[in-house]
């Protein structure tokens, strides 16, 4: 079994991770959704430490291909943690505004404060994903774009942020299927987008740019995790599990309060 999180100077192919890939859980599904029940209790504890303590900021990265459960994770992994010090940021295609500025400008203003946990759904990855896949750039400008955001996140851990990354996981055909599904479920449908057809066209070119990705920007201090996703449970439970562990390792604690006038009328 390859470890799910890629280390530096790892090469990445894609094909040799399983989307299926059930091993890291603790159990069949019944077993790890308890485990998910646990994790997520943890998770809310840790969350009003890190609020409280107000001195780590958490980023959470969320990529993966079309249907491949970005909103999901979020709905299932923070179900729960309070909405008060948690912020989720999708990155949809460039307004005109944030095109004129550097592709960083609009992600690095919605980088976590203090206190906080901030999600992106989408991220700066796009500017070496689809923009490398549809040329939006030319190859001189998104192959810059690696050691830049290396660099970016670099900065933002000595700032204080812990970063994490996950990359979802899901395989050609388990995207037909949940393409099939939104276009038969009424309450999906309106997430069913018609370029969705022609992006699964280019499939190799993602998987491909993908790989150049996790490849070039895991690093020991914004690691990537590729994450099993053809199965929710075990989605979940990994990316829930990452979050906790690297939370754990923080040894937060709540702050003391200056006593020294409390007089309770
Ligand atoms: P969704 O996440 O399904 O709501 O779709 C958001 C869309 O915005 C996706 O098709 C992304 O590829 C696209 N997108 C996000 N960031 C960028 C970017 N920097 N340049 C071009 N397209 C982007
Ligand atoms: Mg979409």
Same mark, same amino acid.
């Given at each position: 079994?390859?470890? $799910?999180?890629?280390?530096?100077?790892?090469?990445?192919? !894609?094909?040799?991770?399983?989307?299926? /890939? #059930? &091993?890291?859980?603790? +159990?069949?599904?019944?077993?790890?959704?308890?485990?998910n029940d646990?994790l997520t209790e943890?998770l809310c504890?840790?969350?009003? $430490?890190?609020?409280?303590?107000?001195?780590?900021?958490? !980023?959470?990265?969320?990529?993966?291909? /079309? #249907? &491949?459960?970005?909103? +999901?994770?979020v709905r299932h992994v923070m179900r729960g943690v309070?909405?008060?010090?948690?912020?989720?940021?999708?990155?949809?295609?460039?307004?005109?505004?944030?095109?004129?500025?550097?592709? !960083?400008?609009?992600?690095?203003?919605?980088?976590?404060?203090?206190?906080?946990?901030?999600?992106?759904?989408?991220?700066?990855?796009?500017?070496?994903?689809?923009?490398?896949?549809?040329?939006?750039?030319?190859?001189?400008?998104?192959?810059?774009?690696?050691?830049?955001?290396?660099?970016?996140?670099?900065?933002?851990?000595?700032?204080?942020?812990?970063?994490?990354?996950?990359?979802?996981?899901?395989?050609?055909?388990?995207?037909?299927?949940?393409?099939?599904?939104?276009?038969?479920?009424?309450?999906?449908?309106?997430?069913?987008?018609?370029?969705?057809?022609?992006?699964?066209?280019?499939?190799?070119?993602?998987?491909?740019?993908?790989?150049?990705?996790?490849?070039?920007?895991?690093?020991?201090?914004?690691?990537?995790?590729?994450?099993?996703?053809?199965?929710?449970?075990?989605?979940n439970?990994?990316?829930a599990?990452?979050?906790?562990?690297?939370?754990?390792?923080?040894?937060?604690?709540?702050?003391?309060?200056?006593?020294?006038?409390?007089?309770?009328?």
């Amino acid at each position: 079994m390859k470890p $799910l999180q890629i280390k530096p100077g790892d090469k990445v192919r !894609l094909r040799d991770f399983d989307p299926e /890939d #059930t &091993s890291a859980a603790p +159990g069949d599904k019944a077993k790890t959704n308890n485990a998910n029940d646990r994790l997520t209790e943890r998770l809310c504890e840790l969350q009003e $430490l890190l609020y409280a303590e107000h001195r780590h900021k958490v !980023l959470i990265i969320l990529q993966g291909m /079309d #249907t &491949s459960g970005k909103d +999901g994770t979020v709905r299932h992994v923070m179900r729960g943690v309070s909405p008060q010090g948690l912020r989720v940021a999708s990155f949809k295609k460039p307004t005109e505004l944030e095109l004129d500025h550097d592709y !960083l400008w609009r992600i690095h203003a919605q980088a976590p404060a203090n206190g906080e946990i901030v999600i992106f759904n989408r991220s700066h990855y796009e500017d070496v994903l689809v923009v490398r896949v549809h040329e939006l750039v030319p190859e001189k400008v998104w192959r810059k774009r690696y050691s830049q955001i290396n660099e970016f996140e670099r900065m933002l851990t000595e700032c204080g942020t812990v970063i994490l990354k996950f990359f979802l996981h899901i395989s050609k055909d388990e995207q037909r299927e949940r393409l099939q599904a939104r276009l038969e479920d009424k309450t999906k449908r309106w997430k069913f987008q018609h370029g969705d057809i022609e992006e699964r066209k280019l499939w190799d070119d993602y998987q491909k740019a993908y790989e150049d990705a996790l490849e070039k920007t895991s690093t020991d201090y914004a690691p990537w995790t590729v994450v099993p996703a053809n199965k929710k449970w075990i989605r979940n439970y990994v990316v829930a599990n990452s979050i906790v562990k690297a939370l754990d390792t923080l040894e937060m604690k709540y702050p003391q309060p200056d006593l020294s006038a409390e007089i309770i009328d």
